[in-house]
C-alpha cells in the first residue's frame, strides 16, 4: 500500500474533523477520495503529509510513518494543492529551485526535464505572476515531480480551472498514470473528473468513510435497466408476476431480480405482445452514486 | 542542502520589495536629519556646549559626531519595526499565502525550516545594520568634514570626545552590538510568527512586547530592576563609547539579548513543531 491509514481521527479542539478512518491506497491506482466541504478530505490529506497530525491511529505514507518518519515517508511524494502557491516575483524555475531543495539536491537538467515535460518551456525564466491559471497549474505538477515521485497527492486540482483548463488538468493526471506510472490520490469536488480517472474511490462524509470501493463495480451493481414501452405499467406488472423484477421506479426504470437479465425480461414482454421501443442497463453515475450516499449516509453510516 | 536551502531563504527574502522598505525609510529619515543639521541651530548649540567644557568646536563637529547622532532615533524607532516587519512576515507570511503548506509536503523537518528561516533573518538583520551605518556616515561625510568625535553624555557618564581613528573604530564596534539588537528584535517577531496568526499581528506583538518593556522599565519603581528589562540591554551598543569601555556590562547585555533570541527562537519551535498547518 502506498497509502494506509489506521483508525485515524483527529480533532481541532472538541470537533471530530476525522473520526476512524481507515484507507488503503495501492500502488499504481488513481484513488479518488470524495465528500463535501468539511467532509474531512483536506485533513486526511494533510496528515498524510505531516503537516496535520492526527489526534489518534496511525498514518503510513510509501511504507513509513508519518508521525515519526516524516522525512522517510515523503522523500517520493509530490503533491499539489487547490490553489498552487508560488513566490510570484520570483521566476518558475527559481521557485523549482526553491521548493525542490526541500526534498533533495535537483540538478539543473532534472528541473528543465520537468519544465519540458509540464510544457511550461520557454516561460521558465519568467516572474510566475505574469502566468496564467493554467501556467500555474502546471508549474504545481512540475514542482511535484522534481522529487521524481512514487505517489502523487492532488487536493482539489481543478479548483478554479476553466473548463479547458480541468480537462487539461484530467489529461495531465492520465498521463502521470499512464507515462510515468504513478500512484495518485485525487481529492476532487468534480466528480465527472473522478469518474473518468479513478479506478477506487472512498467517499467521506462528516469526517467518516461511508465507501470504498471500485468505480466499475458502483456502475454496474448499482445499475438500473431502463424501459421504454407505451404500456409501461402493463409491462412491469407482467415481469413482476413472472420474478423478473422486484420493483419499477420513475416511470421508465425496472430493478431486476437477483440472476435476471434484460434478455429475459425483452423475451417475455415480446411474447405476450408488449412492445418494447427500448430496453437497456443504464450505468449508475458517479454523482447519482455519491448524491444518494451522502443523502442517505448519516452520522450513524457505516464506519468503515 | 544546508546551505542551498539558505541561499533560497535569502532570494525569498531579497526578493521581497518590503524587505527594502526600511533601506529606504532609513535612507529618507536620514537626508532630512542631514538638512536639519546643516541648517539649523543644532550645530551652535554644540559648538556652546563644547566651547563650555574648554573644546575647541570646530575639531568635534563632523561626519563621525553626527552620523551617531543620527543612528539614535533610527536604532530606537526605525530599526525596531522594520526589523520585526521581516521577523514577523519570515513564517507567517508564507501560512498566509499557502507557501507553507507547499514548502511542508516535502520531507524537509520543521526544525530545519525554521532554522534557515531564522538564519536567513539574521542575515537581513546584519545586512540591515550595516546599510544603516554606512548610509549615515556617508551622507554625514557629504555635509560635514572628516573630524574627531563627540559622543553625547549618558546617564552617569560625561560626554565623550574621539580622535577621528578611534572614533571610527568605536562606530563599527557600536555596530556589532546594534547588529545582535536586531537579531533580538527579529527573534521576538519570529517567536509569534511561527504560531498561528498573520504576519502583521506578529510584528505588532513584538513591538507591543517591546513598547510595555520601555514603559515598565522608565517606572520610578523599577529603576533597580534594569537588568530585567531586554529594552535596557538594547542600549548595550551605545556603551562602547563610554570611557571606560564597561565590557563585563557589555557582554552582559550582549550574552542576554542572545538568549533572549534563543529562548524566542526555542519557544517559535516548539509552537510551530506542534501546530497544525492547513490551507
Known amino acids: ?304 | 542542502m544546508f546551505f542551498a536551502q539558505l541561499r533560497n531563504e535569502l532570494w525569498k527574502l531579497f526578493g521581497k520589495k518590503r524587505t527594502y522598505i526600511g533601506f529606504g525609510a532609513f535612507m529618507l529619515s536620514q537626508a532630512v536629519m542631514l538638512l536639519m543639521f546643516k541648517y539649523t541651530h543644532w550645530q551652535s548649540r554644540l559648538e556652546q556646549l563644547l566651547a563650555q567644557n574648554g573644546y575647541l568646536a570646530a575639531e568635534y563637529i563632523s561626519a563621525l559626531t553626527v552620523a551617531l547622532v543620527m543612528l539614535w532615533p533610527q536604532i530606537a524607532l526605525l530599526m525596531p519595526l522594520y526589523v520585526t516587519l521581516v521577523g514577523g512576515d519570515l513564517v507567517a507570511k508564507e501560512a498566509e499565502d499557502g507557501t507553507l503548506r507547499m514548502i511542508l509536503s516535502r520531507p524537509i523537518s520543521r526544525l530545519r525550516l525554521l532554522l534557515v528561516k531564522w538564519l536567513a533573518g539574521m542575515i537581513f538583520s546584519a545586512v540591515l545594520v550595516l546599510a544603516l551605518g554606512v548610509i549615515a556616515l556617508g551622507f554625514a561625510r557629504l555635509c560635514f568634514p572628516w573630524k574627531g568625535m563627540f559622543v553625547f553624555p549618558q546617564p552617569n557618564s560625561t560626554f565623550g570626545l574621539f580622535p577621528p581613528g578611534e572614533g571610527l573604530g568605536l562606530f563599527v564596534l557600536s555596530h556589532l552590538f546594534m547588529v545582535v539588537n536586531a537579531v533580538t528584535l527579529l527573534s521576538l517577531a519570529f517567536m509569534f510568527s511561527c504560531f498561528n496568526m498573520k504576519p502583521a499581528a506578529a510584528t505588532i506583538l513584538a513591538l507591543s512586547f517591546l513598547f510595555v518593556n520601555v514603559v515598565i522599565q522608565h517606572i520610578p519603581f523599577f529603576e533597580d530592576y534594569q537588568d530585567w528589562f531586554i529594552t535596557h540591554h538594547l542600549e548595550c551598543w551605545y556603551w562602547v563609547f563610554q570611557q571606560p569601555v564597561q565590557w563585563p556590562q557589555i557582554f552582559q547585555s550582549v550574552i542576554t539579548l542572545l538568549a533572549a533570541s534563543l529562548t524566542a527562537f526555542v519557544i517559535g519551535a516548539v509552537g510551530f513543531q506542534v501546530r497544525d498547518i492547513k490551507s
Open chain 1, 1 to 304: 500500500m502506498m497509502i494506509s491509514l489506521q483508525q485515524v481521527q483527529k480533532k481541532f479542539g472538541a470537533r471530530i474533523v476525522v473520526d476512524g478512518l481507515t484507507l488503503g491506497v495501492p500502488r499504481g491506482e488513481i484513488f479518488g477520495l470524495l465528500g463535501h466541504n468539511g467532509a474531512g478530505k483536506s485533513t486526511a490529506i494533510g496528515m498524510m503529509l505531516g503537516q496535520v497530525w492526527p489526534t489518534r491511529g496511525e498514518v503510513k505514507v510509501c511504507g513509513h510513518d508519518v508521525t515519526t518518519q516524516r522525512a522517510r515517508a515523503l522523500r517520493r511524494v509530490g503533491a499539489i494543492f487547490e490553489t498552487p502557491a508560488f513566490y510570484d516575483y520570483l521566476s518558475g524555475w527559481r521557485n523549482l529551485e526553491i521548493l525542490s531543495h526541500y526534498s533533495a539536491p535537483t540538478p539543473p537538467e532534472r528541473i528543465r526535464e520537468v519544465v519540458e515535460w509540464v510544457g511550461l518551456t520557454g516561460r521558465e525564466r519568467s516572474a510566475v505572476k505574469t502566468y496564467s491559471h493554467g501556467m500555474r497549474a502546471r508549474l504545481a505538477i512540475a514542482q511535484a515531480l522534481l522529487p521524481e515521485p512514487e505517489l502523487l497527492i492532488f487536493d482539489e486540482p481543478g479548483s478554479g480551472l476553466d473548463p479547458e483548463g480541468i480537462a487539461e488538468m484530467r489529461q495531465t493526471i492520465a498521463r502521470l498514470h499512464r507515462e510515468l506510472g504513478l500512484t495518485i490520490l485525487l481529492s476532487s469536488h468534480l466528480l465527472s473528473e473522478v469518474e473518468q480517472l479513478c479506478s477506487r474511490i472512498a467517499v467521506l462524509n462528516r469526517g467518516l468513510k461511508v465507501f470504498e470501493g471500485r468505480v466499475a463495480d458502483i456502475k454496474v451493481a448499482r445499475g438500473r435497466v431502463l424501459l421504454k414501452t407505451p404500456d409501461f405499467a402493463a409491462a412491469t406488472q407482467l415481469l413482476r408476476a413472472r420474478g423478473i423484477i422486484t420493483g419499477a421506479v420513475d416511470g421508465n426504470g425496472i430493478v431486476l431480480s437477483e440472476g435476471r437479465t434484460t434478455a429475459e425480461a425483452a423475451k417475455i414482454l415480446v411474447e405476450a405482445d408488449i412492445p418494447i421501443e427500448g430496453i437497456w442497463l443504464q450505468e449508475q453515475t458517479l454523482e447519482d452514486f455519491y448524491l444518494n450516499l451522502v443523502k442517505t449516509a448519516g452520522p450513524e453510516a457505516n464506519r468503515n
